[in-house]
């Protein structure tokens, strides 16, 4: 080979190289891995399913702007055991984005959640007290009614409610004012994300690498466009800090 075609050929590998070490480490970002296992080493779910074996989430429609969520074993009641501070968690977010809701559940049996009118997904967060020890399951419902209330939905990287700003850096969240609150839902804070495409969820619980810093791993469904709502107590109340943008 001559010294031309090797030094062109040496050009290219490291071009090569150099968008592999690009995309290496996008997707290092992307594709987190929480070292700590997720609840405790279980396999990790985005909750794209509606059943897991004998286990459904059962979603009806009750009425304008109301819908029955429930998981059941082969369309029977369960037992269920504490899961972050509740019996049940349901996660309710509209399909273009633009409403969540988050319910903790005391009470085991059916939940009669708030929806907006038009297409929404409902996400069961379960821990029975016989057979699979953790269930994540979606499903989808038409919801009839009015249109939900505008929320404060930011589609940059603050978020403002009063005095208090929110900034995302990544999947950190700094705080314009030290964190305050005492444990929600098991950790610091509680981050949950729906992508777009798929409505994939995913939720992850907070480190707190400073006073004012929330910091998160966690696996990621691939690019696409995002709702991510994070959840902490501040000067005694719970602040919901909601956020839409693109990986």
Not at 35 to 40: F, L
Not at 87 to 96: G, Q, S
Not at 111 to 132: C, E, F, M
């Amino acid at each position: 080979m001559s010294s031309g075609l090797r030094s062109r050929a040496l050009a290219i590998l490291l071009i090569i190289a150099g968008v592999g070490a690009t995309l290496g480490g996008l997707y290092g970002q992307i594709f987190l891995t929480d070292d700590e296992g997720h609840h405790d080493g279980r396999e990790f779910s985005f909750a794209l399913d509606a059943g897991i074996g004998t286990d459904e989430l059962v979603v009806t429609p009750a009425g304008d702007n109301e819908v029955v969520a429930e998981v059941l074993r082969a369309g029977q009641a369960i037992g269920l055991g504490e899961v972050h501070d509740g019996l049940a968690h349901y996660f309710v977010v509209a399909r273009d984005l633009t409403s969540y809701e988050h319910v903790v559940a005391s009470d085991p049996g059916p939940a009669t959640l708030v929806a907006p009118a038009g297409d929404v997904r409902v996400i069961a967060q379960v821990s029975p007290s016989s057979g699979n020890d953790f269930v994540e399951l979606g499903a989808d419902v038409a919801v009839d009614g009015a249109p939900g209330a505008e929320q404060n939905i930011t589609d940059d990287d603050e978020w403002t409610n009063g005095e208090l700003t929110v900034r995302r850096d990544f999947l950190d969240f700094v705080l314009s004012q030290p964190w305050n609150g005492d444990p929600l839902y098991e950790g610091p804070a509680l981050l949950t994300l729906f992508r777009a495409d798929d409505l994939s969820f995913v939720h992850a619980h907070a480190e707190v690498v400073d006073p004012t810093r929330f910091s998160f791993a966690t696996n990621l469904p691939g690019l696409g466009d995002y709702l991510a709502a994070l959840e902490f107590e501040q000067d005694g109340e719970i602040v919901t800090a909601l956020f839409r943008f693109t990986f």
